[in-house]
């Protein structure tokens, strides 16, 4: 093998992290009210085996050969029922991953030419969908709290391999997790870390 067969593998190979991933994209819609930018959450189905009855935005697992703009699209347009041409991607926000292998791609998007009380959302999906002024999230900060992270070795981990073995000093993490609150809603976790990344932008 040569440099130059090295080089063109590397630069034609995937650059997602490696290993056990699972990848999913949202769209963190944007659309006007009274004049008012809001973003627009869903409330999930209690019918829904995962996370049933919590808030998050439209958005699901990343398919075998869509984008993940695509894969938000799809998502959005499967759990609102609303046309690809009610959305316009605005472009997307950081990458959020969490402490169990998912990594979730965001996506700024507003809804436009539609009213929020015309949208016939999946009910098998959504429970129902709400709307908060996009100033609320500027204007007030998160509470944040966190949990700690730590190395939990399978049994017949192989200690011996280790330089101190069974004392090895593994390093522990501190996983955030922020909460917005607003009126009767509680918004929180991996949702209200991607409006966090949102609003510093803006700010």
Same mark, same amino acid.
């Given at each position: 093998? *040569?440099?130059?067969? @090295?080089?063109?593998?590397?630069?034609?190979?995937?650059?997602?992290?490696?290993? #056990?991933?699972?990848?999913?994209?949202?769209?963190?819609?944007?659309?006007? %009210? *009274?004049?008012?930018?809001?973003?627009?959450?869903?409330?999930?189905?209690?019918?829904?085996?995962?996370? $049933?009855?919590? @808030?998050?935005?439209?958005?699901?697992? =990343? +398919?075998? #050969?869509? /984008?993940?703009?695509?894969?938000?699209?799809?998502?959005?347009?499967?759990?609102? #029922?609303?046309?690809?041409? #009610?959305?316009?991607?605005?472009?997307?926000?950081?990458?959020?991953? /969490?402490?169990?292998?998912?990594?979730?791609?965001?996506?700024?998007? /507003?809804?436009?030419? @539609?009213?929020?009380?015309?949208?016939?959302?999946?009910?098998? &999906?959504?429970?129902? %969908?709400?709307?908060?002024?996009?100033?609320?999230?500027? *204007?007030?900060? $998160?509470?944040?709290?966190?949990?700690?992270? &730590?190395? !939990? $070795?399978?049994?017949?981990?192989?200690?011996?391999?280790? $330089? !101190?073995?069974?004392?090895?000093?593994?390093? =522990?993490?501190?996983?955030?997790?922020?909460?917005?609150?607003?009126?009767?809603?509680? @918004?929180?976790?991996?949702?209200?870390? /991607?409006?966090? !990344?949102?609003? +510093?932008?803006?700010?």
């Amino acid at each position: 093998m *040569n440099i130059d067969e @090295i080089r063109r593998k590397i630069l034609g190979y995937s650059k997602d992290f490696q290993g #056990n991933y699972k990848y999913y994209a949202i769209l963190v819609p944007m659309i006007k %009210i *009274n004049h008012e930018l809001h973003l627009l959450f869903e409330v999930r189905s209690s019918e829904l085996k995962r996370q $049933p009855g919590e @808030i998050c935005f439209p958005g699901g697992k =990343k +398919e075998l #050969n869509e /984008t993940f703009e695509e894969t938000a699209i799809r998502e959005t347009i499967e759990e609102l #029922n609303i046309s690809s041409d #009610n959305i316009e991607v605005i472009g997307e926000l950081p990458s959020v991953s /969490t402490h169990y292998n998912n990594i979730i791609r965001p996506f700024a998007a /507003t809804l436009k030419d @539609i009213d929020i009380k015309n949208i016939n959302y999946n009910k098998g &999906e959504v429970d129902n %969908i709400f709307t908060v002024p996009l100033d609320f999230f500027l *204007n007030n900060s $998160p509470q944040q709290y966190y949990i700690i992270t &730590e190395p !939990n $070795p399978q049994e017949g981990f192989p200690y011996h391999l280790l $330089p !101190n073995g069974e004392d090895y000093p593994w390093f =522990k993490g501190k996983y955030h997790v922020y909460f917005y609150q607003y009126e009767s809603y509680v @918004i929180w976790g991996l949702t209200a870390k /991607t409006i966090l !990344n949102l609003v +510093e932008i803006l700010k």
